[in-house]
């Protein structure tokens, strides 16, 4: 059965959804609150179900609204897409997008999500500058760089930023799929403390995760390790002295799937910060920024996905 549901009623009830209150809601939006309230009784009514819960603080989704919600977000996100790329055509997809984030941030969701810009709009020039998650947060604030994509500052880093969280990852210790130890289904942390370690570079902010958590089970760091960033470097090390190494699991998941690598050990309390996209408030007017930030939404919500299976699959934590 087709059902006439308007654009308006989407962004509506979207808006809703996020701020849990339709006063809220309404300011957002600057449209007075009867008439977003007349707006999702409307739709309500088309559907045949309450979408909201109403309280005297405000609304929760009811079990239909969580399922509207998760269609909506992606159909309005796909016609905003649609806006941005008759925008583009008219004046042929140039321009130019800068991207700032730590190393590690760039070697597997960035590539992809670049990849499905340019498939889109070749013209478009595309920057990366790499670094520390402070220097790239720095240049995103300096007005270096366009968008921002790693892992959440601390306060005085995000000051002025605008930051939206994609997924969490977590820590994982692995080894190659050919290493003896992935005979067994477990270990704990002072099983392997006497093994090569591969641990994260000491500029990385991944590394006082890692640190921590030797400290939480009352073990110092590893004697016999090699720091580096990951990359080719790291591969060829594990497979020449069968070593294993930390790693956030975004980093690995493919690997993990393919077979050519295993977890030994990981935890449901090794959830390490969140990974998302920052702006400026004058760059998230900008129509390619935009297109941008939607092709990292997309790729990182596959990602997301990704990492549930791999993580229920293995049945670990």
């Not at 808006?15 to 977003?36: D, F, H, I, T, Y």
């Not at 130019?96 to 810009?117: D, F, H, K």
């Not at 942390?189 to 902010?205: K, R, V």
């Not at 998302?276 to 920024?289: H, K, P, Q, V, Y």
Request: hydrophobic share 45%; with cysteine.
């Amino acid at each position: 059965m087709a059902l006439k549901i308007s654009l308006r009623q989407l962004e509506y009830f979207n808006q809703v959804a996020r701020a849990g209150s339709v006063r809220k809601a309404a300011e957002a939006l600057n449209v007075a609150q009867p008439g977003v309230t007349r707006t999702i009784k409307d739709l309500e009514d088309l559907l045949g179900v309450e979408l909201f819960a109403r309280a005297s603080n405000g609304v929760t989704l009811t079990k239909f609204g969580q399922i509207l919600l998760r269609h909506s977000n992606a159909a309005l996100d796909e016609i905003q897409s649609g806006l941005d790329e008759l925008d583009a055509v008219k004046d042929a997809g140039e321009g130019q997008i800068v991207l700032a984030g730590p190393t590690v941030s760039m070697s597997r969701i960035l590539p992809r999500a670049i990849a499905r810009l340019k498939n889109r709009w070749p013209m478009v020039k595309v920057s990366l500058h790499s670094g520390t998650n402070a220097q790239a947060l720095a240049a995103l604030r300096d007005g270096e760089a366009d968008i921002f994509f790693g892992r959440r500052g601390t306060p005085d880093q995000m000051q002025d930023l605008h930051f939206e969280p994609l997924f969490q990852d977590r820590l994982v210790i692995v080894a190659g799929a050919q290493n003896p130890l992935t005979e067994h289904p477990a270990y704990e942390i002072a099983d392997l403390i006497e093994l090569p370690w591969i641990i994260p570079s000491i500029d990385s902010s991944f590394k006082s995760f890692v640190d921590q958590v030797f400290r939480t089970n009352d073990l110092a760091p590893p004697r016999n390790c090699v720091e580096m960033s990951f990359g080719p470097s790291m591969w060829v090390y594990l497979e020449e002295t069968g070593a294993i190494a930390a790693m956030p699991s975004n980093l690995v998941a493919d690997d993990i799937q393919a077979g050519r690598i295993s977890i030994l050990k990981t935890d449901d309390k090794w959830v390490l910060p969140e990974f998302g996209i920052a702006l400026r408030g004058a760059s998230r007017s900008n129509r390619m920024t935009g297109a941008m930030v939607q092709e990292l939404r997309r790729v990182a919500l596959q990602r997301k996905q990704q990492l549930n299976h791999v993580v229920t699959a293995l049945r670990l934590g």
